[in-house]
């Protein structure tokens, strides 16, 4: 995890990839398309051609990308393998990020190989989620799995807590976010410990756990009942024996939806609680 991200000097937009892509990014999709696309051009010896009949469906879906997607005359498409690689990569290192992704829904749609579209969004789906994307395939097309409206809540709570509460959020952060080695069963982890510092804060004490804390804001009149009861069931799988807390659960079983809604959620409670006591 590099020094910027370890520390929060990178915003909560550029570490979750939303209308945006970085270099990483658009590498590793790129990676993709090579890998169960381009690579499978035959014939090297005749200058990769592209009307021969074993390169039929790499030149079908060219001839869809021409006339459909760049709609562009097809009788400018180069026979030659080379020569039309070079205009694919150009146009794809220079797009914008949205048109990344068109080009992928594109290219997934209208590749004809067998079971292409389904091994394909996999591929990507395995590199938007370790490139922390906010975007995945989903049903054939690339959809949003995060919102601006819930990062802006994560970036709120950030800016505007405590100190305790604002390392907790930025390392649950750092372990959602990871590029090198993701840990969300941790990342979840962090995100209640921040709510825990936020209460422990609220009351001037440590003690007791946060669901007797709960209560005790609840009793003061600064939580309503209806939130504090939603916010201890969900403390409370979180401490059970089956909850992330439990030493042996399996790391494996904590995915990243998981740890993506514990912090949103943690940190709109956070800056619930925050806002409930300037306006009391």
Same mark, same amino acid.
């Given at each position: 995890?590099?020094?910027?991200?370890?520390?929060?000097?990178?915003?909560?937009?550029?570490?979750?990839?939303?209308?945006?892509?970085?270099?990483?990014?658009?590498?590793?999709?790129?990676?993709?398309?090579?890998?169960?696309?381009?690579?499978?051009?035959?014939?090297?010896?005749?200058?990769?051609?592209?009307? *021969?009949?074993?390169?039929?469906?790499?030149?079908?879906?060219?001839? &869809?990308?021409?006339?459909?997607?760049?709609?562009?005359?097809?009788?400018?498409?180069?026979?030659?393998?080379?020569?039309?690689?070079?205009?694919?990569?150009?146009?794809?290192?220079?797009?914008?990020?949205?048109?990344?992704?068109?080009?992928?829904?594109?290219?997934?749609?209208?590749?004809?190989?067998?079971?292409?579209?389904?091994?394909?969004?996999?591929?990507?789906?395995?590199?938007?989620?370790?490139?922390?994307?906010?975007?995945?395939?989903?049903?054939?097309?690339?959809?949003?799995?995060?919102?601006?409206?819930?990062?802006?809540?994560?970036?709120?709570?950030?800016?505007?807590?405590?100190?305790?509460?604002?390392?907790?959020?930025?390392?649950?952060?750092?372990?959602?976010?990871?590029?090198?080695?993701?840990?969300?069963?941790?990342?979840? &982890?962090?995100?209640?410990?921040?709510?825990?510092?936020?209460? *422990?804060?609220?009351?001037?004490?440590?003690?007791?756990? %946060?669901?007797?804390?709960?209560?005790?804001?609840?009793?003061?009149?600064?939580?309503?009942?209806?939130?504090?009861?939603?916010?201890?069931? %969900?403390?409370?799988?979180?401490?059970?024996?089956?909850?992330?807390?439990?030493? %042996? %659960?399996?790391?494996?079983?904590?995915?990243?939806?998981?740890?993506?809604?514990?912090?949103?959620?943690?940190?709109?409670?956070?800056?619930?609680?925050?806002?409930?006591?300037?306006?009391?």
């Amino acid at each position: 995890m590099r020094f910027s991200e370890r520390h929060g000097y990178r915003p909560v937009r550029d570490r979750i990839q939303i209308e945006s892509i970085d270099e990483e990014l658009r590498n590793g999709l790129w990676n993709v398309l090579t890998l169960r696309v381009w690579n499978h051009v035959k014939n090297p010896g005749q200058n990769w051609n592209m009307r *021969s009949s074993e390169n039929r469906d790499i030149n079908a879906l060219c001839l &869809k990308l021409w006339h459909s997607y760049f709609k562009k005359p097809i009788d400018q498409l180069s026979d030659h393998w080379s020569k039309v690689h070079e205009q694919l990569r150009k146009y794809f290192f220079g797009c914008q990020w949205y048109e990344v992704y068109d080009f992928l829904e594109f290219v997934h749609d209208n590749y004809d190989k067998y079971k292409f579209g389904e091994t394909f969004a996999s591929a990507c789906n395995i590199i938007l989620e370790r490139e922390s994307s906010a975007y995945r395939f989903v049903g054939g097309s690339i959809a949003s799995i995060t919102e601006p409206s819930e990062i802006a809540e994560v970036e709120r709570a950030i800016s505007s807590s405590p100190s305790p509460v604002r390392a907790h959020l930025d390392r649950a952060l750092d372990l959602l976010t990871s590029r090198e080695s993701p840990d969300y069963r941790n990342s979840v &982890k962090e995100s209640i410990s921040a709510v825990e510092s936020l209460v *422990s804060l609220r009351l001037g004490s440590d003690k007791g756990t %946060l669901g007797q804390m709960l209560k005790q804001l609840e009793d003061s009149g600064n939580l309503h009942p209806a939130l504090k009861s939603a916010f201890s069931s %969900l403390y409370g799988y979180t401490s059970d024996q089956g909850g992330v807390r439990h030493a %042996l %659960l399996d790391k494996d079983s904590v995915v990243h939806a998981d740890a993506q809604f514990m912090l949103v959620t943690c940190s709109a409670f956070i800056n619930y609680v925050q806002q409930s006591r300037t306006e009391s």
